[in-house]
């Protein structure tokens, strides 16, 4: 079945080169990405005007908006929008090191010789507030954003950051998106570069911001894995389960949420997720070739975030990359 695809992205960074610079919607900076009917809005850095300026996700990589035949799976959920609110994002919205659910915190958090600095992957070298455990969701000074690159042609963009802080905090991030419109596919691949004196123990989820119009319910949508050993955890009462999938069994009033972690017990799960609508028609396929360490699933009135969680250790000098895609429609 062939979808009709529209999509927005929008990503944060320092350009480098000459006449990537247009005004985007609301005053953003962005590019456009193009392959055979997928047209691709990438928002670029601004330090007063980018669209998202928070210090919990990568700045580089969200998805403003992505219709398939008719139905919005990308877009605004937060209104209005506050470009410093942690998580007034759309689309994929990766974050490194969250710091909860058994992933580490950011390097140098607890680490007292960095003077309160420590690095969030994406964005730059923050401070910290308090000699306290580390808090996602928390607003913290940006001290050093260190230096974007953007390299653009045609269906692909690279955006490649570099900091240089300390010998504790320093590293080179590369990550190049591109799209399909053969195989209406989004491709990600990413690489981070240990420049430091000092191991890195990492991590890296996407949020993965699905939008659900508030129809729970009566859509149906429902996450599926291609495993079902393991073992579902929640404190919330919406979901429902059978075998490998996944669903909200309730409409959800405004302001309540919910939250299941996907314990896999050490089972070497592939890495891959499906999420399709009350019919059974596919709206999204997932892949990544990274281990899978972990699997979240957040759900609110108007979202539904399946979050796959990659965790890995860089030695000084050394790389780690792995590569994900969405491909959407049957």
């Not at 990308?74 to 974050?95: A, L, N, Q, Y």
Request: net charge negative.
């Amino acid at each position: 079945m062939h979808f009709l695809v529209r999509v927005w992205f929008a990503v944060l960074s320092v350009v480098s080169g000459v006449g990537l610079l247009v005004a985007g919607e609301a005053g953003y900076p962005h590019v456009w990405l193009r392959s055979n009917g997928m047209e691709v809005c990438i928002y670029l850095p601004d330090a007063e005007k980018g669209f998202y300026r928070g210090t919990r996700f990568d700045w580089g990589g969200h998805i403003k908006e992505l219709t398939i035949d008719g139905y919005q799976l990308f877009g605004p959920w937060r209104s209005p929008h506050d470009p410093e609110s942690h998580d007034h994002v759309s689309g994929i919205g990766g974050e490194f090191s969250m710091g909860k659910f058994g992933q580490p915190s950011p390097p140098g958090y607890d680490e007292t010789k960095n003077a309160g600095a420590f690095l969030k992957m994406g964005i730059g070298v923050l401070r910290q507030q308090e000699r306290e455990p580390y808090l996602f969701l928390e607003k913290y000074e940006i001290i050093d954003t260190g230096r974007w690159e953007i390299l653009h042609s045609g269906d692909a963009l690279t955006l490649r950051h570099a900091i240089n802080h300390s010998s504790e905090l320093a590293y080179e991030y590369e990550k190049t998106i591109r799209v399909d419109g053969n195989r209406s596919a989004i491709i990600l691949e990413r690489s981070i570069r240990n420049a430091s004196e000092i191991p890195y123990s990492l991590s890296h989820y996407s949020h993965n911001f699905f939008l659900s119009d508030n129809r729970f319910a009566n859509m149906g949508l429902a996450l599926t894995l291609p495993f079902d050993a393991f073992k579902l955890e929640s404190k919330h009462d919406v979901f429902g389960r059978e075998g490998g999938r996944v669903w909200v069994d309730e409409n959800l009033i405004p302001n309540r949420t919910g939250f299941a972690r996907f314990l896999l017990n050490g089972i070497a799960a592939i890495h891959a997720f499906e999420i399709a609508d009350a019919s059974g028609r596919k709206l999204v396929y997932y892949d990544s070739d990274a281990p899978l360490n972990g699997m979240n699933l957040w759900v609110a009135p108007n979202v539904f975030c399946p979050e796959p969680v990659v965790i890995f250790t860089v030695q000084p000098g050394e790389s780690y990359s792995w590569r994900c895609e969405y491909s959407f429609g049957d």
